[in-house]
């Protein structure tokens, strides 16, 4: 059996090195001898014999007893590792390796006895948050933060010290896997072999998942034999000669453990389990995770507690251990003794948390040896906080946060780790400012626009693909919708201040035109043109000049919007788009939340107005007569008619016969039998006291308050239903998509289902100039204006231009603040060229120009909102960014173009529900504004104001300072925007917030204004303190690097003090009593099986020459 050549006895105890058939051969060429390993059972590894002293100083130091290949070698510890490195660097070294990693499912089962028979019941998984069975054992937790005790983590940390290890097992069946454990832990004497049945049992016992019928499974029913409990049960697992040829594989893998037999694809074709496996459950695991399998439990055929971390070579599937179809990577396996359960589930919940943190996780994955995983534990220690026992309940289950911080910082070297949560708390990332740094003069001219256009190029396909989720579509009828009211009510308003030059159908071409340009080549599609009211003041002021000059009003505005566009041209050709730098948080929330509130105000304001013309009947106990009745105009004895009107409204037949008649007798007929639009076809004049309002109907006004409260109610309702937990996440994201849609169809049901005639949407029918004889075309030369006012229109032109310029580039900065959290790029530059284009298309056609509008913009921004997917039950939706792309923009001006086509479905629409719109679009603008954070903090008591940062940072008093002035400048915006006669100085009052955002640096401190606003550009002065502190911070810097040199504040190494803590010197304690306790039993044992071994056994494994 022995090699005469060989100078010693090689024993194998084939467990730490796996032998294949490819390098046996290799391996024992160069050691000049043949190994052959023979697996002799019932045979213990004697001891080995090393002086008390040193025995009794290992012991000391935390050490198991037995020195062997399972138990924690010292000089495997501390290989290759200085005294001095603490856990972090050591797991910064380990994450330094480039090997794969995958998420980790983890499921912890605890195992339950039925008639002598064990199986594993499921406790709780974890994909990010831990999730318990209830009591009942019907129904899952809800997901929370797993709170642990540091006692079971020490305990945990010391079984791994003293329990087996197995990295990188090459097993595919629980049943090999368990053989495996068995003999390691037999073979470092933590286990008796005479259990060794009984803990086989054990580990491959069934598993009762908890989303299959549990309660039928788990214990075996009264008229219901043993073997048909068996039977059953092995259903849930393999086909009963699965189960028999399991049993023959296992005979052969007892052999050699670390051996593969040469038919195992045979044997162990399938360890999949054939059970109905958690289909559902699958969408919330991530792609490509593996699963980790804790198994916990107590037997009463242990007197101690053993311990194995097995990690496999590669996921399989072994077995039905996991209640979802994913292989396993990860088994650990905790059995004590009767009266550990508690205990044991305790330090189960440790493992399972330690296998879902970030970093931990990858420390499974890439440990080459014990060492590595307590070092990953004590990293984990030294990350965790404590809360104190007398302040909180442990039975209190702790909500998953909104936002978990990253953890890059645990694995980058030389990375600055917070000392603590009150340190973490005030280590916030710095304001990024909110100047981009495409806002900065090229020196070259156009050089802005060409960068621009370059930045977006790359983007431009994906603007038309990015745009497939049902989310745009939502987004595009809410948008067609919520701009469609202002536009025909502005067409109107201009009308009037026209004299119908410029009308609703006018409005609406512009909608069109303007919204398909602008989206196709703007630099950020998701700004909204529209109508503003400085606009339409301005457009008031240009046709009363021209009238009191006796002026032609259209050639006049369309020499205004020549010359707009040319001073446009100028300010992008020197990239003066760099000046909305100076345009800073103040002045962006101050200018929107005026918006906001006017669209408030006017969606209220035109609501009421309604009684106007459908007025309250406040005595209803009265007789109500309409006073109102058509009067002849003419003094003579004909009237003549409008045939015209009359074909419109009285129908075709009765048209021919009034066009044969010509005229008719006034005094032969009845004008006050006339309607009104009768009497208006035979150029009669309604005369009485209520011509002024409309014929009494009932509760029209109350039916108007419904449907516009219903609107708002029910968008805002659906609008944040997706933050509740009715529904499935699917269901309750298309309801909140189409939030609005759902509101005004059920308005609109409500309205007609009712029947009461409430004021409808008008949209013009015919596609026509409202001015009958005006051309789409406009000539600029006119014979009633003279030559030079081509020069005098260069006055108004420029006004128009400032206009333009703060609307648009405010609501662009807007929009393109870092909290949309855009991807793309702007392009302020090319969006101004974009607009100053589509302003000279409207002046040589006649029609009004349109800029960014504010609220529209953040409607688009907030309808195509993106958010993650919750895969881990429990973990919170995290804002993405925004669907950047130009469909939705594009079809919105499309479906504007197409409304004269679609009056039909246009008119059922109540007014009263568009107001709604505009009233969510209102409050929807105000919201996250910290504007309007601050002025409720006004009227909070200090212990009931939420955590801001900037109460962190800034004294509540100086807050409210800012506030103040803040309200004093948004009341002034508001009375010039209000006050018709100075409102053409909104855009000057707006420009103003700007200079007196610059006059803040003299009444608050940088450090005060850098949280409750943007930092302005740096001027001279600034630059230079800046200087002053850079050589500060630069001097303070070279006095911490001297510090470092003395290791002055350095943090303490966690391995070294937790070795020194007394709840470890207790944990060991108690593992030393129970060990010394329970070995003269083992010895007893192992002495009883060596008298009873045969002549000859002298190891469990050797080697020799021949077999």
């Known amino acids: 059996m022995t090699d005469p050549n060989a100078d010693e006895t090689v024993r194998d105890y084939g467990l730490s090195r796996n032998f294949s058939s490819d390098n046996f051969n290799a391996e024992a060429s160069d050691a000049h001898r043949q190994m052959i390993g023979v697996r002799l059972p019932r045979r213990q590894q004697r001891p080995s014999r090393s002086n008390s002293s040193s025995r009794r100083h290992r012991e000391q130091n935390g050490y198991p007893k037995n020195s062997d290949t399972s138990g924690p070698n010292p000089a495997e510890i501390t290989t290759g590792l200085p005294a001095s490195l603490s856990p972090s660097e050591h797991i910064q070294q380990i994450l330094g390796e480039n090997e794969e990693t995958h998420a980790v499912f983890c499921q912890m089962d605890t195992l339950y006895t039925a008639l002598n028979e064990y199986q594993w019941r499921e406790t709780a998984r974890w994909v990010k948050y831990e999730e318990d069975v209830e009591d009942g054992g019907e129904r899952w937790s809800k997901p929370h933060v797993a709170s642990l005790s540091l006692h079971s983590l020490f305990e945990l940390r010391s079984s791994l010290l003293m329990g087996a290890v197995m990295l990188d097992m090459d097993a595919f069946h629980i049943t090999q896997v368990a053989d495996l454990i068995i003999d390691q832990l037999i073979n470092a004497k933590l286990l ?104 916990v439990g107590e037997l009463d055929c242990l007197k101690y507690q053993i311990t194995a971390f097995v990690r496999l070579t590669e996921a399989r599937s072994i077995g039905d251990l996991t209640e979802v179809p994913i292989p396993t990577r990860f088994v650990f396996v905790l059995l004590g003794p009767p009266g550990s359960q508690n205990k044991n589930v305790e330090m189960g919940r440790s493992m399972s948390t330690l296998m879902v943190d970030e970093v931990f ?93 370059k930045r977006k190029i790359p983007w431009y396909a994906s603007d038309f693909k990015d745009c497939l989720h049902i989310q745009c579509v939502a987004s595009t009828l809410y948008l067609y919708l919520a701009t469609l009211t202002p536009n025909v009510t502005f067409g109107g308003l201009l009308g009037l201040a026209t004299n119908q030059y410029m009308g609703t159908m006018e409005c609406i071409l512009t909608a069109a035109i303007v919204g398909i340009l602008f989206a196709l080549f703007a630099g950020q599609p998701l700004n909204i043109l529209g109508s503003t009211g400085p606009m339409l003041v301005l457009e008031m002021i240009v046709y009363s000049f021209c009238m009191d000059q006796g002026w032609d009003y259209l050639p006049f505005r369309a020499w205004t919007g020549i010359w707009t566009t040319v001073i446009i041209m100028i300010v992008v050709a020197f990239d003066l788009s760099a000046l909305v730098r100076y345009i800073t948080r103040f002045t962006e929330e101050s200018f929107a939340c005026l918006i906001a509130i006017i669209f408030i105000y006017e969606a209220i304001k035109k609501v009421i107005g309604i009684t106007k013309k459908y007025p309250v009947d406040l005595h209803p106990e009265m007789e109500h007569v309409y006073n109102c009745s058509c009067m002849p105009t003419l003094d003579n004895n004909s009237t003549f008619f409008n045939t015209t009107d009359l074909t419109m409204s009285a129908g075709p037949a009765y048209a021919v016969e009034a066009t044969t008649m010509g005229f008719m007798n006034a005094t032969t007929m009845d004008y006050s039998s006339l309607s009104e639009e009768m009497c208006k076809m035979y150029n009669g004049t309604m005369i009485g006291p209520d011509c002024s309002t409309h014929p009494y109907v009932a509760d029209v006004f109350f039916l108007s308050l419904i449907l516009f409260a219903g609107t708002y109610v029910i968008a805002t309702s659906l609008k944040e239903f997706k933050n509740s937990g009715y529904f499935p996440t699917f269901v309750r994201q298309i309801f909140s998509d189409f939030a609005v849609l759902i509101a005004i169809i059920c308005m609109v049901g409500l309205d007609m289902a009712i029947g009461i005639g409430t004021p409808k949407l008008e949209v013009p029918e015919k596609f026509s100039p409202t001015k009958p004889g005006r051309p789409w075309f406009i000539n600029p030369i006119s014979d009633k204006n003279p030559w030079w006012i081509i020069l005098v229109t260069i006055i108004p032109a420029a006004l128009s231009t400032i206009l333009i310029f703060l609307d648009q580039q405010i ?239 350095d943090r303490v190494n966690i391995s070294e003090e937790v070795n020194k803590t007394g709840m470890w010197l207790q944990v060991r304690r108690s593992s030393t009593r129970d060990d010394h306790h329970h070995k003269n039993d083992r010895n007893k044992n192992m002495k009883n099986e060596e008298n009873t071994e045969k002549k000859g056994q002298k190891a469990a494994f050797y080697f020799g020459e021949n077999a």
């Not at 969510?920 to 200090?942: C, E, S, T």
């Open 811 to 1049: 609501t662009a900065v807007i929009v393109n603040r870092k909290e949309n959290k855009l991807q793309k790029g702007n392009g302020y530059h090319l969006d101004l060229f974009v607009v100053g284009i589509c302003v000279l298309i409207c002046s040589l056609m006649g029609l009004p120009w349109y800029v960014a509008a504010t609220v529209s913009a953040l409607a688009h921004i907030m309808s195509l909102k993106k958010e993650s997917e919750c895969s881990a039950p429990g973990e919170k939706p995290v804002f993405l960014g925004c669907r950047e792309q130009r469909v939705t923009a594009l079809a919105v001006g499309i479906l504007s173009g197409l409304s004269v086509f679609m009056t039909k479905i246009l008119k059922v629409i109540p007014m009263p529900v568009l107001y709604g719109v505009f009233l969510y679009m209102g409050v929807a603008a105000l919201k996250g504004m910290q504007f309007i954070d601050r002025i409720a903090l006004i009227f909070m008591p200090k212990k009931y104001q939420p955590d801001h940062m900037y109460l962190r940072h800034v004294p509540i008093k100086r807050v409210h300072l800012f506030t103040f002035l803040q309200i004093i400048c948004l009341g002034v915006l508001w009375v010039v925007k209000m006050v018709k006669s100075i409102s053409i100085l909104f855009p000057v009052m707006v420009l103003g917030t700007c200079i007196v955002r610059k006059l803040f640096d003299y009444i608050f401190q940088q450090r005060e204004l850098k949280w409750l606003d943007d930092l302005m550009p740096e001027d001279k002065k600034m630059a230079k303190e800046d200087l002053l502190k850079a050589a500060e911070e630069e001097q303070e810097k070279l006095l911490e690097e001297e510090e470092k040199k003395f290791n002055y504040n």
């Open 192 to 295: 008796e072999s005479n259990l060794r049945n009984n803990v086989r049992a054990a580990i491959i016992a069934n598993h009762a998942h908890q989303h299959q019928k549990r309660r039928r499974s788990m214990m075996p029913s009264e008229h219901e034999s043993m073997a048909d409990f068996r039977k059953r049960s092995m259903k849930r697992n393999f086909s009963s000669q699965m189960s028999f040829r399991s049993r023959d594989s296992s005979a052969k893998l007892n052999r050699n453990p670390n051996s593969v037999p040469e038919n195992i694809g045979d044997i162990l074709t399938e360890s999949a389990s054939s059970a109905k496996l958690n289909q559902q459950f699958m969408k919330k695991i991530p792609e490509g995770a593996e699963a980790a399998n804790i198994l």
């Open 361 to 453: 996780r990858e420390v499974a994955y890439r440990g080459k040896n014990r060492q590595d995983l307590l070092s990953g534990i004590d990293e984990f220690l030294d990350q965790v906080t404590v809360l104190p026992p007398g302040e909180w309940d442990p039975k209190i289950r702790i909500e998953p946060p909104d936002k978990v911080p990253s953890q890059d910082p645990r694995r980058q070297q030389n990375a600055k780790v917070p000392e603590g949560p009150k340190v973490a708390a005030e280590m916030i990332e710095e304001e990024e400012s909110h100047m981009d740094p495409t806002l900065v003069r090229t020196g070259k001219l156009f050089g802005g626009l060409i960068a621009d256009i």
